[in-house]
């Protein structure tokens, strides 16, 4: 039986300022900084910084010292996720299993502690350079070993829960990560998107979502899939050089609150396409929220046979074409989105062409 993997702990990021990226997530997202690990608590090699909010830990880690594999990393990648971390009840029996089932590890079962408590934590490599780490806490009082409270407080923006996280992989590799998901994790087959489903004139991706029974971890995969111009997934991944982490979709019950918080943050979102309000309302029916507050703030909406969703997503949050950040709220609907994708493909590509990249 796969062990069964708890929630998600925090998701890491290599950032190569993570005391500017700190302010940057508390100032513009909302978040609280809450702890801290550097050279000041005894870490000479790396500095980070914990940012919550709701359920979600975010870790913003800047490597110290040149020698550092993370300053490879960075150098490679630039800045974004490097480790998608899950608490379980047994870290070792959980590398184990999945490296009896073709994982790489990436560090064996070992304990760590501090005045806290102590956990025992192992990791396995995943898609591109992107690792996941398992946690055992053991009761631990604090975040993690090694980090003190460092509390600044951010204004919230009504962020809870971490809704999915979208990785990026490379050409005809979908399948082979579904099926590593689903031997080396215990993440089925959700659901799947093709090429008809998630295409316009000139470019096209195909995504399967692989998820926890109980559906709180929903990973959507995405590979490139071939139209007359170049797939904004092909740009992600020859701007990372690798596959990786594209997006993380963060869970909001108001979103008008937080799109119009976030927006008056000065974050940066994607623009709607001019007419995308102008067949909507036809598409998906009656909803609940201000008709006219949505079309005000931009914000996408999306129906299925269950219910409906809204969502919005920033442009890149660094120069390379590569991580940003959803913002949904769900009334029912369980898909990610699939009705907006070809209205939203365009403004992404006219973002490539700007770029250079299409
Ligand atoms: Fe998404």
């Keep these: 039986m ?7 702990h925090h998701v890491e990021f290599a950032v190569g300022n993570a005391k500017q990226a700190a302010y940057f997530y508390r100032q513009a997202f909302g978040f609280d900084q809450v702890a801290y690990r550097g050279p000041e608590t005894g870490c000479r090699e790396r500095a980070s910084y914990v940012m919550k909010q709701g359920d979600i830990f975010l870790v913003l880690t800047t490597p110290l010292r040149h020698d550092d594999a993370l300053a490879v990393w960075l150098m490679l990648h630039g800045d974004g996720v490097c480790d998608i971390a899950f608490e379980v ?9 999945a490296v009896g089932a073709g994982a790489a590890s990436v560090r064996a079962a070992a304990p760590h502690g501090d005045a806290a408590g102590t956990i025992t934590t192992a990791a396995i490599r ?3 350079e ?5 946690i055992q806490r053991d009761g631990y009082r604090g975040f993690l070993p090694g980090f003190e409270k460092r509390e600044i407080k951010g204004k919230p923006t009504g962020l809870m829960c971490i809704d999915h996280i979208v990785g990026n992989v490379e050409d005809r590799q979908m399948d082979r990560w579904v099926r590593w998901y689903d031997e080396t994790l215990g993440l089925g087959r959700f659901v799947s998107y093709d090429d008809k489903d998630i295409s316009t004139e000139f470019s096209a991706l195909r995504s399967t979502v692989v998820a926890s029974d109980d559906r709180n971890i929903k990973f959507p995969l995405n ?3 071939d139209g007359r111009k170049k797939s904004q ?3 992600y991944i020859d701007a990372n050089l690798t596959a990786g982490v594209q997006h993380l979709a963060l869970k909001t019950d108001d979103i008008l609150a937080t799109i119009a918080a976030l927006r008056a943050n000065g974050v940066d979102f994607l623009p709607v ?3 995308y309000y102008d067949h909507l309302w036809e598409r998906v029916g009656d909803v609940a929220e201000d008709r006219g507050k949505i079309r005000d703030l931009r914000i996408l909406v999306d129906c299925d046979e269950t219910g409906y969703l809204l969502q919005l997503f920033t442009r890149p949050l660094q120069d390379r074409p590569t991580f940003f950040i959803e913002i949904i709220q769900r009334r029912g609907s369980e898909s990610f989105g699939k009705g907006n994708f070809k209205a939203l493909f365009e403004t992404i590509e006219q973002e490539q062409a700007l770029r250079g990249n299409l």
Excluded: N, S, W
């Excluded at 796969?2 to 998600?8: A, F, G, H, Q, Y």
């Excluded at 009840?89 to 299993?97: E, I, M």
């Design 2 to 8: 796969t062990p069964v993997l708890k929630r998600i």
């Design 89 to 97: 009840d047994d870290a070792a029996v959980a590398h184990a299993h």
């Design 126 to 128: 995943t898609y591109g």
């Design 130 to 134: 992107v690792v996941h780490t398992f």
């Design 223 to 225: 590979e490139p899939a």
């Design 233 to 235: 997934i092909q740009e």
């Design 273 to 275: 396409p001019t007419g």
